[in-house]
């Protein structure tokens, strides 16, 4: 039996949603196994709710967002970037492979590229194996304190 990931996606309701929309009305052929979160933007998400998703199961996560200057609320997409080498570090640190974790940007009009962008974070995932996240049992306290604090 060949192991399939379990992907968490954080979709930006303006542009990447929409996107994935295109696909699937399309036809594309993208991974089945995207579980998609809609999230008003990709400046949303915010560390804690990423870390939770590997809590819960998951074995990626991928949040897709607008263009960098086609934000609907001006600058989401330029503080989800700014987050994301601390949340891989963060990661690193909690003995995660950073590579479980994609940030990505897809317009409305991007069904292609939206597909693409699953297909390949889903054979990068696959590749990794199973996270052990969940198996660990527990998170360091530093962890902990990192995420309650405002990254």
């Known amino acids: 039996m060949t192991y399939?990931?379990?992907?968490?996606g954080f979709l930006c309701t303006w542009c990447s949603y929409?996107?994935?929309d295109l696909a699937g009305t399309a036809r594309l052929q993208s991974a089945w196994n995207l579980r998609s979160i809609r999230v008003p933007c990709s400046g949303r998400v915010s560390p804690e709710l990423i870390m939770k998703?590997?809590?819960q199961g998951?074995?990626?996560v991928l949040v897709l967002g607008c263009h960098i200057g086609e934000?609907?609320?001006?600058?989401?997409?330029?503080?989800?970037?700014k987050r994301l080498p601390v949340l891989h570090s963060l990661m690193e640190f909690a003995g995660l492979e950073?590579?479980?974790?994609?940030?990505?940007?897809?317009?409305?009009?991007?069904?292609e590229r939206f597909a693409r962008i699953v297909n390949e974070f889903?054979?990068?995932?696959?590749?990794?194996?199973?996270?052990?996240?969940?198996?660990?049992?527990?998170?360091?306290?530093?962890?902990r304190a990192i995420l309650e604090s405002e990254v």
């Open 4 to 8: 399939e990931p379990r992907i968490i």
């Open 18 to 20: 929409t996107g994935a």
């Open 53 to 55: 998703a590997f809590d």
């Open 58 to 60: 998951a074995d990626g």
């Open 71 to 81: 934000c609907h609320y001006d600058n989401g997409n330029h503080r989800t970037a």
């Open 98 to 111: 950073p590579e479980r974790l994609r940030l990505g940007w897809v317009s409305a009009s991007e069904g």
């Open 122 to 143: 889903t054979d990068v995932v696959r590749e990794l194996g199973p996270c052990s996240w969940q198996q660990n049992g527990h998170r360091p306290q530093a962890v």
